[in-house]
């Protein structure tokens, strides 16, 4: 691999430096140009989506899984605390060289499995505490009336934790879109491309411009992921009102950070073992 | 003047509106708590009895009216002031997590500011007091069952020697098993140290066994009646008391007396050494088919009347043992179902393993008729 | 802050090779003073954030808790702040800070605060009501049942959000790094543009290193905090 093909993609989006942030943002040409933000934003987007998609895999079966059937809290707890504290710009940067070796350039595989990384341990996070804290009372009442522990599963836990399953996935995919743009600083593109131009050429209205995209973006991913969740909330969860502890995590806890505190806290009796708690890169 | 009149608590008027409410949770109160007895405020929920209580140490502060602890209204001294001098224990014990049960019990001598020697002294001689292993001190609640925890809420409450202690519903959390014992480690207590206890209970039975007086509330603070337990029970003022106590309340009054109570009474009982014409005399005298026989003060058996006359010595016929049997300390509630259960109909008295009489179900019916809580008092 | 910061500026050859390894030994001696220097500003930074952030979430907190009707206010606002992705906010604020260690500490800051307000806030709220009343009916006063009662009970969680927030700070510090701040995520970013490998290892090593044991660390403080925790009634 020569130098040349490693460094083709960082063709630098040269804005005049008198350019402003609008003039910049409402330029036709600068959207669909080549550099041009369309090409970026597909970029950033199909990153992201690639990466919601697989860690939703990963993560969500997995969780209900071992959450019905009480399995691996401690693992559980432990495996999602060491993932919260992995700096996801280190582990990219680590896997740069090893994706060089392998072959692979320098993107998009570094970033997308540091950033894959980063969006499973929340995911699994979520799903496990929304399984776990379905009623017992309904759950009983199913293996009453004869479900198998299959149905029980996908017929009552699932439907019922799907309120807050959705909030642990809009939550971990806005952080997904929010953290992407470090992507421009490891040898890609997207959206951050403009952030890193602009620091590089000293253009701070570039840097702005560049930075309301990313904000942008990361905002308008929440809004849409709001909008599933309340498409896809069952009829009578809607009408009931959001469940007790699924309206905490929604309302004061918005991004599902709080702690679990020490194993066991005073008066936490029903807290789980389980960190709530959210990633950040 | 003579401090001993003097009611320890003495509410006169006393009111309370809540903010935002449309009528008084308690209106115009009025009731004396004398020295060193149990007063207890009982009624159905929303009658303002817990609110009562916790006006006493201004949790909550009084609309209207006045409220005197030993004379002094509890509104002329700084809140923290006051509360450190009454005792509180309150249903869900709420002792510190963090702090070990030693701690726990210190917390108001330590606010006071007493010496650290003085205050572990103290602590030890709680423990004692309320039947807490001193191995306790050292542990944290949450390593404590819930009988344990109230035993440490109630030695935490009297630390400082508080002449008063208020106590809202302090058995309500625990298994009527532990209820049961707590009530008795709490009539012991109160022998020893002999507070002026206002206690909060919606257990109508807890207000009989444990109180010199029961002040039953209605809605909005209003007292219906203010009397002892068995006056209560016996008399009801009005038809929201007779209705509260229940129809059971003659089972209820049972509660209250013990076999002890009870006129004594030998019962068809004969000496080992009788001939059988004795026997027979006896049991005739009482109308019972059984005979009792003793040896000195133990009670040997009970014989059936068929097998007398078949010339064999009252020591050679076959005895029935175990009798029922209770002690005189026990309820005349629980001597009832001892005597209900048992072939014989009738109860030894076993007092320490000496004979001393039987109780018979037309023993308790005449002891109701009477009234017991004056033979008990 | 060099002009360029687009990779390979000063392309040594981007292979993984016997002369460009993914780890040379060596440099941890021949570069001992930028490996520490790196390593101590990560954790100026990462202190400091955090400290500063503690301070502001515990006002935060104490004015959610004296007045209901913020709560709602400040977890907002927090939540919004948590979510301005990290490139873009270090970036926006260059031209108002500079280069400057300003620059990189308030996104730091501003990311820490959800974490810790609901973290100081949940801590509080369990408290049990039965204990609050407890210490009030025996007259402990407001300052010292809030000092000796409810803080030691809130602890766990307060050291847990502590937890929280510096190992994601750890990580955030790397980010710093594009606006030069970035202790050793330098060495990371340096790494990359020289396609130097050794530096970025160390950087990027050091730095989940420094995560991973701030993480125990902290874990370890909240069980020493909290030895009525670990005792339970069997």
């Known amino acids: 691999m020569s130098a040349a093909t490693v460094l083709a993609p960082l063709a630098q989006a040269a804005v005049p430096r008198d350019t402003g942030v609008f003039e910049f943002l409402l330029d036709g040409q600068r959207w669909t140009g080549s550099p041009g933000i369309l090409g970026d934003l597909l970029d950033t987007v199909l990153l992201c989506a690639a990466v919601i998609a697989l860690s939703i895999v990963l993560a969500v079966p997995l969780a209900a899984y071992l959450a019905h059937e009480r399995k691996a809290q401690l693992a559980s707890a432990w495996v999602v605390n060491i993932g919260r504290a992995i700096p996801t710009f280190a582990i990219a940067g680590l896997l740069v060289p090893v994706s060089l070796r392998g072959g692979y350039g320098f993107e998009p595989w570094p970033i997308f499995i540091a950033l894959t990384l980063l969006t499973v341990p929340p995911m699994f996070l979520s799903t496990y505490v929304a399984v776990k804290q379905v009623s017992p009372g309904a759950v009983d009442a199913a293996r009453a009336v004869g479900y198998t522990e299959r149905d029980v599963l996908t017929k009552v ?22 953290t992407e743009p470090i992507r421009a600083f490891l040898g890609g593109d997207g959206l951050g491309r403009y952030v890193r131009d602009g620091l590089g050429q000293r253009n701070q209205n570039l840097v702005i411009a560049g930075a309301i995209l990313i904000a942008l973006l990361a905002g308008g991913t929440g809004l849409l992921f709001t909008a599933i969740e309340r498409l896809v909330k069952p009829v009578g969860v809607r009408r009931l009102g959001r469940p007790k502890r699924a309206g905490r995590l929604q309302s004061a806890d918005p991004l599902g950070l709080a702690g679990e505190g020490t194993e066991g806290t005073a008066g936490s009796a029903d807290r789980d073992p389980v960190v709530a708690a959210a990633d950040r890169r | 003047m003579d401090t001993d009149a003097l009611p320890a608590l003495r509410l006169r008027a006393v009111r309370k509106r809540f903010p935002g409410s449309e009528a008084d949770a308690v209106q115009a109160l009025d009731l004396d708590v004398p020295r060193g007895s149990i007063v207890s405020l009982i009624g159905p929920s929303g009658c303002g009895k817990t609110t009562t209580l916790r006006m006493i140490n201004r949790l909550i502060e009084p609309t209207g009216g006045r409220i005197e602890l030993e004379g002094t209204d509890v509104s002329d001294v700084p809140a923290t002031e006051l509360r450190r001098g009454i005792g509180y224990v309150i249903q869900q014990v709420g002792l510190f997590p963090h702090r070990t049960i030693g701690a726990n019990i210190g917390t108001v001598p330590r606010a006071l500011g007493w010496a650290k020697a003085r205050i572990a002294e103290r602590t030890e001689e709680l423990s004692d007091l ?123 009054r049972l509660t209250l007396a013990t076999v002890g109570d009870l006129p004594f009474e030998r019962g068809p009982v004969v000496d080992v050494a009788a001939n059988d014409l004795e026997a027979q005399k006896i049991m005739a005298a009482h109308r019972s088919d059984w005979v009792g026989l003793t040896e000195g003060e133990t009670f040997l058996g009970w014989i059936d009347g068929h097998e007398l006359g078949s010339g064999r010595t009252l020591n050679e016929l076959p005895r029935f043992m175990p009798a029922a049997q209770v002690t005189p300390a026990q309820s005349l509630r629980a001597a009832l179902e ?12 076993n007092d320490a393993g000496r004979f001393r009489g039987v109780v018979t179900l037309e023993q308790i019916r005449a002891g109701l008729a009477g009234d017991l809580a004056e033979q008990a008092a | 802050m060099t002009g360029a910061i687009g990779i390979g500026a000063g392309v040594i050859g981007t292979a993984v090779t016997n002369r460009n ?67 873009a906010f270090f970036g926006v604020l260059v031209p108002y800070t500079g280069n400057s260690a300003i620059t990189a500490i308030i996104p730091l800051v501003c990311f820490t605060l959800l974490i810790l307000v609901t973290n100081i806030l949940d801590g509080f709220r369990a408290v049990p009501v039965a204990v609050k009343d407890a210490a009030d009916g025996m007259g402990l006063g407001t300052s010292r049942r809030v000092l000796t009662v409810e803080l030691p009970i809130a602890m766990p969680y307060i050291i847990n959000g502590l937890r929280i927030a510096t190992v994601t700070t750890v990580g955030l510090v790397t980010v710093a790094a594009i606006i030069g701040y970035g202790g050793l995520g330098r060495l990371i970013l340096d790494g990359l543009r020289r396609a130097f490998w050794t530096p970025l290892t160390i950087g990027a090593g050091l730095s989940i290193l420094l995560a991973l044991l701030l993480d125990l660390m902290f874990y370890w403080l909240g069980n020493a905090v909290t030895p009525w925790t670990r005792r339970k009634r069997t």
């Open chain 2, 338 to 349: 001892v005597i209900m259960t048992s072939r014989t109909s009738v109860a030894v008295i």
């Open chain 1, 157 to 178: 836990e699932l439907p019922l934790a799907m309120t807050v399953i959705f909030t642990g996935i809009r939550v971990a995919s806005v952080q997904v879109v929010a």
């Open chain 2, 130 to 252: 309320v039947g807490l292993e001193r191995v306790m001190l050292d542990r944290y609640p949450d390593e404590l069952s819930g009988g344990q925890q109230q035993r440490v809420g109630v030695a935490r409450a009297l630390a400082a020697d508080p002449p008063v202690l208020l106590m809202d519903e302090p058995f309500g959390a625990v298994d009527p098993i532990v209820r049961t014992r707590l009530q008795s480690e709490l009539l012991d207590l109160q022998e020893r140290v002999k507070k002026t206890i206002v206690l909060v209970t919606h257990d109508l039975d807890e207000a009989i066994r444990l109180s010199d007086r029961i002040a039953l509330l209605n809605v909005g603070g209003v007292i219906e009646q203010y009397a002892s337990p068995d006056e209560l029970l016996r008399a009801p003022a009005n038809d929201f008391v007779a209705e509260f106590v229940g129809d059971d309340r003659s089972m209820r």
């Open chain 3, 21 to 87: 390894p993914i780890l040379r030994w060596s440099y941890f001696t021949e570069q001992t003073e930028s490996i520490v220097e790196a390593l101590v500003q990560h954790l100026q930074l990462t202190l400091s954030a955090v400290g500063i952030g503690l301070i502001i979430s515990g006002a935060l907190a104490a004015i959610a808790m004296k007045y209901q009707w913020t709560v709602g206010p400040i977890t907002g606002t927090t939540a919004f702040l948590y979510t301005i992705p990290s490139v």
